[in-house]
């Protein structure tokens, strides 16, 4: 290789910032957002709405926390990431807009930080600039990456991996921090995937390292490395602590509705024929079955198996067993194929990627796309360093085209033609370019291979955004007439109603899309989530769902009490005839939305005084049930909350006869006051999921709150008139402040201890 054919970083930003330019054209031109409606809805319909309220909460409360929008309540900064909070700080109306730049930013960095991985473990910067080109425009990229908790994981694996390796590399404390700190200010799942991560790369970079290293030496320094990475990650305590305290409690990982055994289980099967096939075919891209609702292989489009990277890639990888390879180059061959077999006939890897809470490729995907990228370019590298190898130039040619007509014979009907036309194009393409010469060289320069690799990402990357239904940059929350029409109600029930009135307004009929009460801003009952695991308890306990459920809420309908309960007020029907139950008046229209008043005790906070053990109330019926909850408190201790009870009414002495009467106000998502009249201690229930992150004071006193109808919040209060107050706080909040503290600190006092201490103590030292 000539030294005029050396590119250097800013060849791969000129490529990957020309294809960047040309997708983002599209939606600039066509007035569109980069947000879809279709199968990936999850993109808009979820993450925006997460996104607007991220932004009014940092705005307003300076905090990532509690929100009443999010179904029953919820704490949902779990999914945060450091790119959320950066879109946070700019202003709601903004948030739409800034979903474009914000992924151009990603695929940038993400590519940036790849090419300076490959660097540093010894590839030139022309196989650099190659690998991270199929890095960033990758399967995963181009379609999980439009989904926002599932796309920063690209520039969070380069950047972690870049870190992680240039510590190993040069010692220096601040690579072992920053690696450390870019883990935490991810998603809180994070902490174990990188873990994982951590774990398997450290423990075989020795095998594939083009340095030998003592293997003490390497010990010492990984040691070193993982401490720092520590105090790294404590840096973000004061975001972390809270989001690993509410995963961990959360019903998927500790409540009922977690499925670790099952797939723990699973994992140690093979997988079936039809995953295999998927899997194979996932060389070749998701989109050879179709793309985005027009996806017919397994799953769906986002959580079906894809790893592709470019065909170029995949026909260079025989190149590593060539007569001619080095040992280091077949060892890296053979443990790679082996990963690939492997990953193709068990599921456990992909199970463990995801914690053995889901059974989806997702994250795993991006992992193996990121082995077959490294074979690859290590694959390239010899060709350019040793020459090719005709026939292996010719297996992976054969093996891309073979794979290729099979699928499109054999799938007619699912098969999408137009990537598999452009997949034997390159390939035959590749293999022309690659072909040698009597010395044995390719015909071709690396910089003509890079281009030639940029155009086959950008054309196998278009269809992922413009075959499908993007949103335009003038949506604000909903994608058809009902959604337009519900959010007519929506208003009009604001207007009717005091600023800070607390009350739920619930639907009988589905969602205009998931997380919908964040836009249109209103308190619900359906939510599409990870829910606690107090607010699955209840769900259900209370029969609302009779199965484990996770994150999906459905519509409360024909439950009259449980409105009442929860403090629904209105009801929002799509019915054309009149609610059944008469405790329901109808007020107005808005097109196919009727709205309906809730004319019983549809309170937020009610006043009880019987018990019910929660072992009676399982044998009851749902009617019976739900009957119950108005005359009394369902409890799973019933000896300890009734000794408080009677403890409370011996202190009532002879106290004045106040009349019976209980008010709320919600004076933000985080703090609620109440002005209760009682003539007794009674026990006064609050329709807001049991989460330790809540407490109450009584007229200033602390008061002490406790679970109550499976998964709802309860205290007892006394004989008299009192004002209660209500606060939110993330549990493990100012635990996480005062790491991060000691974390700042301790980086602060060695900094400074190893700039002026050290080398006066060296300077001692010295005869």
């Not at 199929?134 to 870190?163: E, H, K, M, P, R």
């Not at 909903?478 to 109600?489: E, R, S, V």
Request: glycine content about 8%; some cysteine.
């Amino acid at each position: 290789m000539t030294q005029n054919t050396k590119p250097r970083l800013y060849i791969f930003l000129s490529c990957a910032g020309f294809n960047i330019a040309i997708l983002l054209l599209y939606f600039l031109i066509n007035d569109k957002s980069f947000a879809f409606v279709d199968i990936g809805a999850d993109t808009y319909t979820y993450y925006y709405p997460l996104q607007m309220e991220f932004a009014k909460q940092l705005h307003d409360l300076q905090l990532f926390t509690w929100s009443f929008s999010a179904g029953l309540g919820n704490y949902f900064a779990w999914q945060s990431n450091l790119l959320f909070l950066i879109d946070a700080f700019f202003p709601q109306p903004w948030q739409l807009a800034l979903r474009l730049p914000t992924y151009a930013l990603l695929l940038l960095l993400a590519g940036s930080f790849m090419y300076g991985y490959f660097r540093k473990v010894g590839f030139d910067s022309a196989m650099a600039t190659a690998g991270a080109l199929a890095f960033t425009f990758c399967d995963y990229a181009t379609i999980n990456g439009q989904w926002d908790t599932q796309g920063y994981v690209l520039a969070q694996l380069s950047a972690y991996l870049f870190c992680c390796e240039s510590y190993l590399q040069e010692r220096k404390t601040a690579y072992a921090v920053f690696a450390g700190l870019i883990v935490a200010t991810g998603n809180a799942f994070d902490t174990y995937t990188f873990t994982l991560v951590t774990l398997s790369y450290l423990i075989f970079r020795p095998l594939f390292s083009s340095k030998e290293e003592n293997t003490a030496s390497y010990i010492s320094s990984v040691q070193r490395y993982i401490g720092w990475a520590l105090v790294g990650s404590m840096l973000a305590s004061f975001s972390l602590v809270p989001k690993l305290i509410y995963l961990l409690s959360s019903s998927r990982v500790s409540g009922n509705s977690s499925i670790f055994s099952t797939t723990v289980s699973g994992a140690f099967t093979l997988t079936s024929p039809a995953e295999i096939a998927a899997e194979i075919s996932g060389l070749l891209g998701k989109n050879i079955y179709g793309v985005g609702s027009d996806f017919k292989g397994i799953i769906n489009w986002f959580e079906a198996p894809g790893f592709y990277v470019g065909v170029l890639l995949v026909i260079c990888i025989p190149q590593l067993f060539a007569s001619n390879s080095s040992d280091r180059e077949k060892r890296l061959g053979l443990a790679g194929l082996a990963l690939l077999v492997f990953y193709i006939l068990s599921p456990l890897i992909r199970y463990a990627a995801f914690g053995f809470g889901h059974d989806g490729y997702r994250v795993s995907t991006l992992f193996i796309s990121l082995c077959i990228v490294t074979l690859g370019i290590t694959g390239l590298r010899h060709i350019y360093q040793h020459g090719v190898w005709l026939t292996g130039l010719i297996i992976g040619t054969i093996f891309v085209v073979l794979l290729s007509l099979t699928i499109a014979f054999h799938n007619r009907t699912v098969a999408n033609f137009h990537h598999i036309i452009l997949l034997i194009i390159f390939s035959t393409g590749y293999c022309f370019l690659l072909w040698p010469t009597r010395s044995g060289k390719p015909r071709t320069a690396p910089l003509t291979i890079i281009i030639v690799l940029t155009g086959e990402l950008l054309l196998s990357s278009i269809p992922s955004f413009i075959n499908r239904n993007a949103v335009s940059t003038n949506a604000t929350f909903g994608i058809d007439k009902q959604g337009t029409d519900t959010l007519a109600a929506i208003e009009f029930i604001k207007a009717r109603e005091p600023k800070d009135a607390f009350f739920r307004i619930s639907k009988t009929y589905g969602q205009g899309f998931p997380n919908e009460p964040m836009v249109m801003g209103y308190n619900g009952t359906t939510s599409y989530f990870l829910q606690d695991k107090s607010t699955t308890s209840f769900i259900e306990g209370m029969g609302l769902q009779p199965r484990p459920v996770s994150n999906i809420v459905t519509p409360i309908i024909n439950r009259p009490k449980l409105f009442n309960l929860l403090g629904v007020r209105y009801v929002l029907t799509d019915d054309q005839g009149a609610l059944p139950d008469t405790q329901f008046s109808y007020i107005k229209g808005f097109g196919g939305v009727k709205v309906y008043l809730n004319n019983g005790p549809s309170s937020i906070a009610k006043l009880y005084d019987n018990l019910i053990t929660e072992t009676d109330a399982d044998a009851m019926t749902t009617r019976e049930r739900d009957n119950a909850t108005a005359e009394g408190v369902i409890v799973g201790d019933l000896p300890g909350i009734r000794e408080q009870l009677t403890s409370a009414r011996l202190k009532d002495g002879g106290s004045a006869d106040f009349g019976e009467f209980v008010s709320v106000r919600k004076l933000s998502d985080t703090h609620l006051s109440c002005q209760v009249d009682t003539s007794r201690s009674r026990i006064m229930l609050l329709a807001i999921p049991f989460n330790k992150g809540w407490s109450a004071t009584i007229d200033s006193v602390r008061a002490k709150l406790f679970r109550v109808d499976y998964g709802l919040t309860a205290l007892i209060v006394p004989a008299g008139s009192h004002d209660i107050e209500v606060r939110y706080s993330p549990l493990g909040f100012m635990t996480g402040i005062w790491l991060s503290m000691i974390s700042l600190l301790f980086i602060a006092w060695y900094v400074l201890f190893k700039r002026k201490h050290i080398p006066l103590q060296r300077r001692l030292s010295t005869p």
